[in-house]
């Protein structure tokens, strides 16, 4: 496949969206008309899960196809370096022009990692002031954990700092497509969209908000455990957001719930001006496009409220692909978000030989043809941990290990809740020695420990230093020269306004 011949793409990334609303596309409730008719069209991977339930840590694995353990990307400030290579590396090198419009959480002075062009900043901090502490089990660092606030403060609001974000994603990434179906460059484009929403704070505009006046699901299918009943992990979660200083209310979580769902329609209507964009530059027909979310939210379930768990809430995405090479249809094998990087080379036409050796991941085109993929692989090494925790998922199985915590075995066909651990009965002692050789195999606890620490406490070090005194900040700056832009005097009129118009003559 040679650079001319090669499909543009088109990847709409979204935060803490929870894949266990998207069966099979979206759930039937959901007032979303552009991401259904998206999904129609799609392979969609009802199974589909975070190589880490974080942002940063989700969305360095998702770009470059590798697990945290191997980026050092373990928190939401560690750095991406910049020797990692990308999908966005990668279509580059194969001749693609490549853009970012929105978030994507890079750490460190590597603002791009491959992008060609970034058209906003980023609406989270790059450096490492958001570092946790191993050192330090237990302690709550007030000024940006989680609280309860996003809970207790949901309902609605016409503007917010995630909807002023989102609203200039939208806006950069409708005028990229158009200038791209200029066409004044012949190279193939990958173009990705990254909103915030529908991360809290729960608050949505009035508009979406009343679209779901008459939900039916604004309370979790399972309700509070209760402190003492939930595991060691969900009790040091708990801990982190502060439970003890907020009193949670039905109305609280009805409201907080509700809010989300209107975000989605928000978002729905941010991706129908985007995909407006392309049929506009009748490009729709040979882009490839792709849905996909870092991490989920847990919305109340268990009683539970945002990500940092292996839970399904927390840990399940939407991966939609709407390609040629993958029949629409709904696949339920397991697969990782780190699955997408080999798969767009694939579908690019790159030899995936090439990247074999900068990828944990594994294509989806030839699970979407009938093919099979091996166990998926989860970690997270962030705050409420106090130790790297690891996951296996796998046919109707999911196993959990940390160092500090019983081992958790589910059988999610059975409990899709997850609410009965097997790791103890004797029934299931088989499979919890086949999935206990499988981690064994791939991660070295001990290690991985070992590394997590001794990343946190240099970041401590550096992040100090580089505060005190003149402090020159990583974020990504957006360039816009005025004077190249509409109609200056070095230029000719008829040329400007001959190149500024598609298309022309219809």
Same mark, same amino acid.
């Given at each position: ?9 088109? =990847?709409?990334?979204?935060?803490? +969206? ?6 099979? %596309? ?16 799609? !392979? ?76 906003? !900043?980023? $609406? ?11 050192? *330090?089990?237990?302690?709550? $660092? /007030? ?11 949901? %309902? ?17 990434? !409708?005028?990229? =497509?158009?200038? +791209? ?5 012949? &190279? ?16 949505? &505009?009035? *508009? ?36 003890? #200083? ?6 609280? $979580? ?9 975000? =989605? ?15 506009? $530059? ?47 249809? &709904? ?19 790159? #030899? ?8 944990? %991941? ?18 997270? @090494? ?11 998922? /796998? ?27 097997? @790791? ?6 088989? !499979? ?14 001990? &290690?991985?420990?070992? /590394?997590?620490?001794? #990343? ?7 992040? /100090? ?42």
């Amino acid at each position: 496949m040679t650079a001319s011949t090669r499909p543009n793409i088109l =990847i709409f990334m979204v935060d803490q +969206l929870n894949g266990t609303f998207f069966p099979d %596309g979206p759930a039937e409730f959901l007032h979303v008309p552009n991401i259904r008719a998206l999904a129609a069209r799609s !392979t969609r991977f009802r199974n589909a899960y975070t190589a880490s339930p974080l942002c940063a840590p989700g969305r360095a694995s998702y770009m470059s196809g590798q697990l945290p353990s191997r980026t050092g990307v373990y928190d939401n400030a560690a750095e991406f370096a910049s020797s990692i290579p990308t999908y966005a590396h990668h279509l580059r090198r194969a001749g693609y022009q490549t853009c970012l419009s929105g978030k994507m959480h890079f750490v460190g002075p590597d603002q791009l990692h491959g992008f060609e062009e970034r058209l906003t !900043t980023d $609406i989270y901090p790059p450096d490492f002031g958001w570092t946790p502490d191993y050192r *330090k089990p237990g302690e709550r $660092i /007030e000024w940006w954990y989680h609280n309860m606030g996003s809970v207790t403060g949901s %309902g609605v609001a016409e503007i917010s700092n995630q909807m002023e974000y989102d609203d200039e994603v939208a806006y950069h990434a !409708t005028r990229k =497509i158009y200038d +791209l179906g200029r066409g004044h460059d012949a &190279r193939p484009w990958c173009l990705t969209v990254s909103f915030t929403h529908p991360h809290d704070p729960y608050v949505a &505009r009035r *508009k979406y908000w009343d679209l779901y006046e008459e939900c039916e699901h604004l309370l979790p299918e399972v309700a509070d455990l209760g402190y003492g009943n939930q595991d060691p992990h969900s009790q040091r979660i708990f801990d982190a957001n502060d439970w003890k #200083s907020f009193d949670i209310t039905e109305d609280d $979580i009805r409201r907080s719930r509700r809010a989300y769902f209107a975000n =989605i329609s928000y978002l729905d209507d941010k991706i129908g001006e985007v995909m407006e964009a392309l049929r506009g $530059i009748r490009q729709e027909e040979n882009t490839i496009i792709l849905l996909v979310s870092d991490h989920g939210d847990m919305l109340g379930e268990r009683g539970l409220w945002f990500k940092m768990s292996f839970l399904e809430g927390a840990a399940r995405v939407p991966v939609m692909i709407a390609a040629p090479q993958m029949p629409a249809g &709904r696949i339920d094998t397991p697969v990782s978000n780190i699955d997408i990087c080999p798969t767009l080379c694939d579908l690019a036409g790159i #030899s995936l030989d090439e990247i074999r050796d900068w990828t944990d %991941g594994e294509s989806l085109v030839p699970l979407a043809n009938g093919g099979t993929r091996g166990p998926v692989a989860m970690e997270y @090494a962030a705050e409420a941990s106090y130790a790297p925790m690891v996951c296996l998922r /796998e046919g109707r199985w999911k196993y959990t290990a940390c160092d500090l915590d019983p081992e958790q075995l589910f059988d999610l066909a059975a409990d899709p809740h997850e609410l009965q651990n097997l @790791a103890a009965d004797p029934a299931h002692a088989a !499979t919890l020695e086949q999935f206990r050789a499988l981690a064994a195999a791939r991660w070295d606890l001990a &290690r991985f420990d070992a /590394e997590v620490r001794h #990343s946190q406490a240099r970041r401590w070090i550096v992040y /100090e230093a580089l505060r005190n005194g003149s402090y020159f900040p990583w974020d990504y700056q957006p360039l816009q020269k005025a004077s190249e832009r509409y109609m200056r005097n070095h230029m000719d009129l008829n040329v400007v306004e001959e190149n500024a118009r598609f298309p022309r003559g219809e």
